[in-house]
Nanobody, 120 residues
Framework: QVQLAEFGGGLVQAGGSLSLSCTAS????????MGWYRQAPGKQRALVAT???????NYADSVKGRFTISRDNAKHTVYLQMNNLKPEDTAVYFC??????????????WGQGTQVTVSS
C-alpha cells in the first residue's frame, strides 16, 4: 500500500508565502516523478510543478519565478515553496507521484489535497 501525505495548506494574504510538503510511504520500490497540481472551484485540475529524480523541474507559466519545487529522494518527499502568492493561486493543491510499489505496476498516486487560500 502506498499513501501520499500532504502538509502546509492554509490562509495567507496576497504577497505572502506558504510551504507545502508531501511524503510518500508504504510498499515503495521506487518513486519517480513527483509534482503538485491544483484545482480551483469549478475548474479542472492543472499542473503547478513537477520534478524528476534527477532534479529536473517543470513549472506552469503562472507560477514561474514565484514557486520552487524540490525533493528529498531519501525521504520520498516533495516540497513546494510558494512566494508572492496571489488570490488566483487559491485552490486545493494535490501532491502527485509516479511510484513503483513492491506489489503493483507503477501508478500515479494522489494526495488527499490541501486548501490554499490567498486573500487580497
Amino acid at each position: 500500500q502506498v499513501q501520499l501525505a500532504e502538509f502546509g495548506g492554509g490562509l495567507v494574504q496576497a504577497g505572502g508565502s506558504l510551504s507545502l510538503s508531501c511524503t510518500a510511504s508504504g510498499s515503495i520500490f521506487n518513486v519517480n516523478v513527483m509534482g503538485w497540481y491544483r484545482q480551483a472551484p469549478g475548474k479542472q485540475r492543472a499542473l503547478v510543478a513537477t520534478i524528476n529524480t534527477g532534479g529536473i523541474t517543470n513549472y506552469a507559466d503562472s507560477v514561474k519565478g514565484r514557486f520552487t519545487i524540490s525533493r528529498d529522494n531519501a525521504k520520498h518527499t516533495v516540497y513546494l515553496q510558494m512566494n508572492n502568492l496571489k488570490p488566483e493561486d487559491t485552490a486545493v493543491y494535490f501532491c502527485n507521484a509516479l511510484i513503483d510499489s513492491w506489489k503493483s505496476y507503477e501508478y500515479y498516486y494522489w494526495g488527499q489535497g490541501t486548501q490554499v487560500t490567498v486573500s487580497s
